[in-house]
């Protein structure tokens, strides 16, 4: 029944999976949504979603860091960002988030799929080589959020990275 109300959105969302390499290696994600996504320069991120809907509609309100959710103007779901491997909690926190659904894909499997029924908003944002993306010791909610919107700006870059390009 829930596919019935969204079939655009969903073969969207699940269309037939695509991986390219670059002098980085593998695409980060599978290219069929996001396109190639550079494994080392590439961040992919949705802050499109109210955090009211973030916070009880995805749960990420269920962690004491993500109390921030029910004030804030603006949240940011890392469908992909680089170093997220080196992050403590992080990938354990994705799997346990969202392997089942909508799925993790990607050479590491770090990439989080567009999940429907809003298959937001995806900026994804090339940096020049050297961005630090969160900063040291960053904290992530289900290992995509970050903790209270530290290390990220509003608009969904990293303080003190040069941007190259978004798509």
């Given amino acids: 029944l829930f596919f019935d109300m969204f079939p655009k959105i969903f073969l969207l969302c699940m ?8 002098a980085n290696g593998a695409s980060a994600c599978l290219e069929d949504i996001f ?3 550079d494994p080392v320069n590439d961040a992919v991120i949705d802050s499109s979603v109210d955090p009211i809907v973030l916070a009880d509609g995805f749960g990420f309100g269920n962690f004491p860091e993500g109390k921030f959710l029910y004030e804030a103007k603006v949240a940011h779901v890392l ?12 990938a354990a926190g994705r799997v346990t988030g969202f ?3 909508p799925g993790l894909t990607g050479k590491d499997g770090m990439c989080i799929r567009p999940g429907p029924p809003g298959c937001g908003q ?7 080589p050297g961005c630090a993306f969160l900063g040291p010791s960053p904290t992530l909610i289900l290992g995509s959020m970050p903790a209270d919107n530290q290390g990220i700006n509003e608009d969904g870059t990293f303080p003190g990275c040069k941007i190259v390009k978004q798509m």
Wanted: net charge negative.
């Fill in 15 to 22: 269309a037939a999976p695509v991986l390219t390499f670059s």
């Fill in 35 to 37: 396109g190639f996504v």
């Fill in 79 to 90: 469908h992909y960002m680089p170093g997220l491997l080196s992050i403590s909690g992080a």
């Fill in 99 to 101: 392997s089942e659904n």
């Fill in 122 to 128: 995806y900026v994804k944002t090339t940096y020049e």
